[in-house]
């Protein structure tokens, strides 16, 4: 299998203002065609490593390569192939949502009929096409937030980075953004999101967690949650287990750890969880109790955001 391409790459990147460390020391690759996630708290750096990558900042430290460029050697027709949604407001409150997609397309030199197409089909990904004729300043701020990702794929870009694209939007339209990267990744572009939202985690291929301007941890979804958990997590219930059975589990093959958080539960961690399954089921039995439940756990992302956290902490 042909190794993936990269179309980004960062080593050892640092970005200091006025003393004061944004990033540090940060290496990673996005290879083409995935969705990668930028995940962390505000202020951790999210933003402005989204910007060396842009070229909008230099690194103090370190190569940013983009495309196989660095930022400073951007040409036009390199930057066409790069879209951005910034975090903060980037639009014209005075032109109507129409009037902001053309001139956006304008600045890529997208000839009418392309931009006619491009139009249409991102009104309605944006849910906007009721609404061309409004001025922007007329319209409610999560509208604005969705007009500014419209205006940023205007040009068909391959390469997207998308900084907190679902800041300030409702749930329900949120999911909707994520089923549009679905979508903008299946038809071979590569994505680069940034968000708090720790639990947007699992929409992405990859994921890269960011804590006080370091990576701590860069990885798929399922990795990254055997590296917090130490393992698979599976969820035990049977009238009667508890404490006295701590040993009950060590013939389960992968097994590493059991806790009872509650009266008549089981919590293991074990080396994967669809091996271990029928084995935990067997032990109860065995015991001569009767298994109500046993299941693979998947903790929601912000307790192994958390654990990684908090592990990254307990090694510094």
């Not at 083409?32 to 430290?61: A, H, N, Q, W």
């Not at 007009?147 to 390469?159: D, G, Q, Y």
């Not at 990795?223 to 035990?236: F, H, M, T, W």
């Not at 009767?290 to 956290?309: G, K, T």
Request: charged share 25%; glycine share 8%; proline share 5%.
């Amino acid at each position: 299998m042909a190794e993936p391409r990269s179309v980004i790459e960062m080593s050892q990147v640092s970005k200091t203002f006025d003393g004061i460390t944004a990033v540090r020391d940060v290496t990673l690759n996005v290879y083409e065609g995935e969705i990668f996630g930028f995940i962390g708290p505000s202020g951790c750096g999210k933003t402005t490593t989204i910007r060396m990558l842009c070229g909008v900042y230099r690194p103090s430290d370190g190569l940013v390569r983009v495309l196989g460029k660095q930022p400073e050697e951007f040409d036009q027709n390199l930057r066409a192939r790069i879209g951005y949604m910034p975090q903060l407001f980037a639009l014209y409150p005075t032109l109507s949502v129409r009037e902001n997609l053309d001139f956006a397309a304008s600045i890529y030199g997208v000839g009418w009929r392309s931009r006619r197409k491009q139009r249409t089909k991102l009104l309605e990904f944006v849910e906007l096409q009721n609404h061309q004729p409004k001025l922007v300043r007329d319209i409610s701020g999560g509208m604005q937030r969705r007009l500014v990702l419209a205006c940023s794929l205007m040009h068909n870009p391959s390469l997207i980075f998308l900084d907190e694209p679902t800041a300030g939007i409702d749930p329900i339209l949120r999911a909707k953004f994520w089923e549009g990267f679905r979508n903008l990744k299946a038809e071979g572009r590569t994505l680069f999101v940034t968000t708090q939202y720790v639990t947007e985690s699992e929409y992405c291929d990859r994921v890269a967690i960011m804590n006080d301007g370091r990576l701590i941890a860069l990885d798929t979804p399922h990795n990254l949650r055997k590296s917090a958990l130490g393992g698979e997590v599976v969820l035990a219930t049977a009238k009667g287990l508890g404490y006295r059975h701590q040993k009950l589990f060590e013939c389960v093959p992968g097994f590493k750890e059991v806790k009872f958080p509650l009266a008549d539960n089981a919590r293991l961690v074990v080396e994967d969880a669809s091996v271990a399954l029928p084995h935990v089921v067997n032990a109860i039995e065995s015991a001569g109790m009767i298994p109500e439940n046993v299941e693979e756990y998947n903790p929601p992302f912000d307790a192994v955001f958390v654990a990684l956290v908090e592990k990254e902490r307990g090694h510094a």
